[in-house]
């Protein structure tokens, strides 16, 4: 009964792939999110959805392109990966993007080598 | 734009104990909402409690409350009876509201819980 969850947990991987992270919550929220959290534990905001629309989009290189299927699922891909995308990614989701509660996922880790 | 400010970086307490955590913002708009999180080394976030500006009552979870003092822009997190599975990362956030939903997080402050 997990109510967001992200696959995979952790993520190694080369410099100049491409990788994705899965995100899905069964809570029925409208509005769902990607944070970034680096190695200094500081966590910033990189994308909002609504109802499959973006919302947010941050100053985020373009290499990082999230895709929602529907509104249970926001999935982040990223292209060409670099050393500096190393770091915990945070899915959340809240009921609507007026000022409801966010509730995160466990995180992915990822590494690139 | 807004900012979050927490000024400890490390705090530690002793079990039983009560401690409490600061964090000032800085806003220009009235209508608001503030979050603390815990981030245990599981890393999942955890929402602890939530405080709506136009609320004057402190919002208060069991053993978790806040002092809310918005004319300051404070919003200080008081532990009571503090337990070892309470040591983890506390992070202060500010959520204006109807614009967007973007949380704005503090730098955190790590607790250590000691027996």
């Known amino acids: 009964d997990t109510a967001v969850s992200q696959t995979p947990k952790y993520l190694v991987t080369q410099m100049g792939n491409d990788k994705s992270i899965k995100c899905e919550q069964n809570l029925g929220h409208d509005t769902m999110y990607w944070y970034k959290q680096d190695s200094k534990k500081f966590l910033k905001i990189m994308f909002s959805?609504?109802?499959?629309?973006?919302?947010i989009n941050e100053t985020v290189p373009n290499r990082f392109s999230p895709k929602s299927p529907d509104k249970a699922h926001l999935n982040l891909h990223i292209n060409s990966l670099e050393l500096g995308d190393s770091a915990v990614y945070f899915c959340?989701?809240?009921?609507?993007?007026?000022?409801?509660?966010?509730?995160f996922g466990p995180g992915t880790r990822l590494l690139v080598l | 734009a807004q900012t979050v400010t927490q000024s400890q970086p490390e705090m530690s307490v002793q079990e039983a104990e009560t401690v409490t955590l600061s964090c000032t913002y800085d806003?220009?708009?009235?209508?608001?909402?503030l979050f603390w999180y815990k981030q245990p080394p599981s890393r999942q976030m955890i929402l602890v409690i939530r405080q709506e500006a136009y609320k004057q009552q402190n919002a208060t979870e069991n053993r978790f409350s806040v002092n809310f003092q918005k004319a300051a822009k404070s919003f200080s997190l008081k532990i009571s009876d503090s337990q070892l599975g309470d040591t983890a990362m506390y992070f202060c956030?500010?959520?204006?509201?109807?614009?967007?939903?973007?949380?704005?997080f503090g730098g955190g402050t790590r607790l250590m819980v000691k027996p």
């Open positions: 806003t220009s708009e009235s209508n608001y909402y």
């Open positions: 959340a989701s809240s009921q609507d993007p007026s000022g409801e509660t966010q509730y």
């Open positions: 956030a500010f959520l204006l509201h109807n614009a967007g939903n973007m949380l704005t």
């Open positions: 959805y609504n109802n499959k629309e973006l919302i």
